[in-house]
Every structure is written in C-alpha cells, then in structure tokens.
C-alpha cells in the first residue's frame, strides 16, 4: 500500500503499510514487555516498554521514515521508539507528543476487537466531538501525525494482547 494523507481538520495524518515479519516483532516486545519506560515523563507505566534496538525493528522503522521523509521533504530520524501493549480491557487517554517533528504507530499484532486509534483535533472543547477522527489497527499499518495532535486509543475488548510499535521523529539539523 503506498502512503496516504488523511486530513482531519485541516491536519495531515499520514498512513502507509510496512512489510515485516511481525510475530518476531510481537515475540520481541512481549519478552521486552516487563522493561517498563518509568524514567520517561511522559510513558506509562503499565502499557509503554522498552524496545531493544534489532534488524526487525530497525527494517519497518527504516520504511516508515522514507515514506514520511519523502512526504515532508524533510530531512528526519526516529529519536525514540517503544512498544505499547494492551491487555484485554485497556485503552490509552487523550494525550499528545511534545518536543518531536511528529508522532507515530505501527500495529503489530491487532486481534478483532482490539480497538482504534482516535484523533481528536483540540479545536474546540464544546464540541470536541464533531471533529474525531477513528482509525481501526491493521497488522502493518502505520500513521504518522503532528505531535501536537491529541489522541487516545479505545479499549481492548479481545482475550488477546494488542501490541504496537510507537515513535517519534525529529529533525536532522545541517
């Protein structure tokens, strides 16, 4: 699938698909999964982990930054990346990425029922509503969005973990 914009009022979204073979990248962020992200400010503590650096990983990160650097035209790297696991029943609250380029995930493992991803413009608190934008996790897709952009992820109804690769871009300075 070549990359997409999706618009949600007036802000880009960008989503594409990457090929891997994602029951290693499952199998590496569930045995990762107990390596909680507690000295970043802004991770939590129960579904944010640490990635370790691995060819996998390096390959679908590497495919979503020539994908997004040649939509922005933008000289750009992944700072940080980490893997966020959903156990049956979680979900994420509304937040957004300061101090990045952009922001992003790539699902990894989504079983029916896993919930979306929910954008959600801060253009006007009384009617928040009229502007969110949902999109269901696929296996391989990606999205990229402006870290200023809030969102939240909705609950995990299956039995099964719903697992994803997050990150964040930053600029390159010449």
């Known amino acids: 699938m070549n990359p ?8 880009n979204v960008i989503e594409g698909k990457v090929d891997a073979d994602f029951d290693k990248v499952e ?7 107990s390596n909680k992200l ?3 400010p802004w991770a939590s503590n129960y579904e944010d982990s ?4 691995s060819p996998i990983v390096d390959h679908i990160l590497n495919q ?8 922005t035209q933008r ?3 992944i700072d940080y990346y980490w893997g966020h ?3 049956k029943n979680m979900s994420t609250q509304l937040h957004d990425h300061p101090d990045c380029f952009a922001s992003g995930v790539v699902y990894i493992s989504v079983p029916k029922g896993s919930g979306s991803i929910v954008f959600s413009p801060n253009i006007d608190k009384r009617n928040r509503d009229l502007f969110l934008a949902s ?40």
């Open 75 to 77: 000289n750009l790297f």
């Open 27 to 33: 199998k590496l962020l569930l045995d990762n999964s």
């Open 50 to 53: 640490e990635c370790p650096s």
């Open 135 to 174: 999109f269901p996790p696929e296996r391989g897709k990606y999205y990229v969005f402006p870290p200023y952009l809030e969102h939240y992820v909705t609950r995990n109804n299956a039995d099964e973990k719903r697992v994803s690769l997050s990150f964040n871009f930053k600029e390159k300075k010449d």
């Open 64 to 71: 979503i930054t020539v994908d997004f650097c040649n939509i």
């Open 85 to 87: 696991i959903h156990e």
């Open 38 to 40: 507690s000295d970043k």
């Open 4 to 11: 997409k914009v999706n618009t949600i009022a007036y802000i």
